[in-house]
């Protein structure tokens, strides 16, 4: 057993900055993802048809369906609403 002088702390070893900007990066859009769907449904289907576009479509709107019936959505339905009606701006 190693005994140490509890100043003589190893300073914690943290990981590199971009790998823990990256992780905070796709972490927010995969939140943003699941909190707006209809974002990524709505962007994937601007683009131009392809297979791999049509693929990631289906799969956004899948996850805007489990989004939807979890209710996780709402939030941002509500606000989104609110903010409507305070502006005056005709919804899409």
Do not use: C
């Amino acid at each position: 057993m190693k005994h140490t002088s509890p100043t003589e702390f190893e300073p914690p070893r943290s990981a590199s900055a971009p790998r823990t900007a990256a992780i905070v990066i796709y972490a927010t859009l995969a939140l943003l993802a699941v909190t707006i769907p209809q974002s990524v449904v709505n962007w994937l289907a601007d683009m131009n048809g392809n297979p791999v576009e049509d693929s990631a479509l289906r799969g956004a709107e899948v996850m805007r369906n489990l989004s939807q019936r979890a209710g996780v959505a709402t939030v941002y339905q509500r606000a989104r609403d609110i903010f409507i009606a305070i502006s005056g701006v005709e919804p899409d």
